[in-house]
């Protein structure tokens, strides 16, 4: 099964074979745990349920202590998708970061960065106004949101906003560099979210 949930440590950049710079970010794993598996049958639908991490059992309320045994971190589910076959794995099934090999390709999901409140120049990307014809402070300016017919604000026009923390999911991606001792992973490129982000890494 290549699934694995970890944490954004940052990023950095690595040199291949060739001699060529590429940028990569560090994802720091530690050993999952298969903590429960669900089943078309009692469950409605099939999946394992991931847990990683640990923490005091005093930070867990006791459903949670009751359910993993322990104070556990973090906790995902995996679904197979499309052809993808379930896993004949067992409660309490562990596995590390070795489940990847260099040159992988993957998809990695995590919450992105939170920006606030945002105007359009920025969230949507807009061009913004001109100074010419008498605008002195329009730059950065919607412009015209209604209309004449409707008479009213549409649904869905692309106006200032909160922006970012949202669930982001970056495909065709590659594992460069699997260090199992360590549990780190270096993926290709750029993966969302700050440091410290729980990120989700699935093969695709």
Do not use: W
């Not at 949670?64 to 499309?82: C, D, I, K, N, S």
């Amino acid at each position: 099964m290549k699934f694995i949930i970890g944490t954004k440590a940052g990023m950095t950049q690595v040199f291949n074979e060739n001699g060529i710079c590429q940028p990569v970010t560090i994802l720091k794993v530690e050993a999952s745990r298969i903590a429960q598996v669900k089943t078309t049958e009692k469950d409605g639908y099939a999946a394992l349920q991931v847990a990683t991490g640990t923490k005091a059992d005093n930070r867990s309320v006791k459903a949670q202590l009751g359910h993993f045994g322990t104070g556990v971190r973090f906790a995902r589910e995996y679904r197979p998708m499309g052809t993808e076959v379930m896993p004949d794995l067992a409660k309490d099934t562990t596995y590390d970061a070795s489940v990847f090999v260099p040159g992988d390709s993957v998809s990695v999901s995590a919450i992105s960065k939170g920006k606030g409140f945002q105007g359009v120049v920025k969230r949507h990307g807009f061009r913004g106004g001109s100074r010419t014809h008498g605008q002195k402070h329009s730059e950065r300016e919607p412009g015209s949101i209604g209309q004449t017919g409707l008479m009213r604000v549409a649904k869905g026009t692309r106006m200032a906003g909160r922006m970012g923390s949202d669930t982001v999911t970056v495909k065709g991606l590659r594992v460069v560099q699997v260090n199992a001792a360590e549990n780190i992973i270096l993926i290709s490129g750029a993966v969302p979210g700050r440091k410290g982000t729980l990120v989700e890494v699935r093969g695709s």
